[in-house]
T-cell receptor, first 112, second 114 residues
Framework: KAGVTQTPRYLIKTRGQQVTLSCSPISGHRSVSWYQQTPGQGLQFLFEYFSETQRNKGNFPGRFSGRQFSNSRSEMNVSTLELGDSALYLC???????????FGSGTRLTVV | QQQVKQSPQSLIVQKGGISIINCAYENTAFDYFPWYQQFPGKGPALLIAIRPDVSEKKEGRFTISFNKSAKQFSLHIMDSQPGDSATYFCAASKLTGANSKLTFGKGITLSVRP
């Protein structure tokens, strides 16, 4: 059974650019959540999608957005990148709720 | 406002010893308390989780102890092995509801010396 797949694994972007990250959940999982992980702040919740609808949102600026497609695959977008956006972005999927969350290996974003 | 606090920040244990990591939470509405393990270059992986209707749950060498009145829970790793060296995160949430999301502690780095 394939796990959660995140692409790309690594990205280097310049300040002011925008970036799109992709997440393919485990087959059959309809809930996809995104987290930002940094050494200083730890794991912080970005948003959750369920059946193509944003169900929950964390305390991040509007530059962070996401969407989910009918096949449950999800993308997150960060516009006007700032140096502080450098982080590991993690995607997690589950059948419906929080129990049984499975994380992907993440996308390491570096903003220079 | 940090709703979930872990201690200690780092831990060094000898092989065969017991590793104990503590976690305190603030929101009494939380009813789901998982522990995650993360190795370098990987995402966190669920180790064990507990609901507040039980005070202890054991899975192999891993045990969660839960104290509802103190709003604390802890992870005990028995017979610690070098392969247990990783970062451990506690988390808490309401399991159901429109605004359910996992709130994580900042993580602790465990090193098990051979």
């Amino acid at each position: 059974k394939a796990g959660v797949t995140q692409t790309p694994r690594y990205l280097i972007k310049t300040r002011g650019q925008q970036v799109t990250l992709s997440c393919s959940p485990i087959s059959g999982h309809r809930s996809v959540s995104w987290y930002q992980q940094t050494p200083g702040q730890g794991l912080q919740f970005l948003f959750e999608y369920f059946s193509e609808t944003q169900r929950n949102k964390g305390n991040f600026p509007g530059r962070f957005s996401g969407r989910q497609f009918s096949n449950s695959r999800s993308e997150m977008n960060v516009s006007t990148l700032e140096l502080g956006d450098s982080a590991l972005y993690l995607c997690a999927s589950s059948l419906a709720g929080l129990s049984g969350y499975t994380f992907g290996s993440g996308t390491r974003l570096t903003v220079v | 406002q940090q709703q979930v606090k872990q201690s200690p920040q780092s831990l060094i244990v000898q092989k065969g010893g017991i590793s104990i990591i503590n976690c305190a939470y603030e929101n009494t509405a939380f009813d789901y308390f998982p522990w995650y393990q993360q190795f370098p270059g990987k995402g966190p992986a669920l180790l064990i989780a507990i609901r507040p209707d039980v005070s202890e749950k054991k899975e192999g060498r891993f045990t969660i102890s839960f104290n509802k009145s103190a709003k604390q829970f802890s992870l005990h790793i028995m017979d610690s092995q070098p392969g247990d060296s990783a970062t451990y995160f506690c988390a808490a949430s309401k399991l159901t509801g429109a605004n359910s999301k996992l709130t994580f502690g900042k993580g602790i780095t465990l090193s098990v010396r051979p």
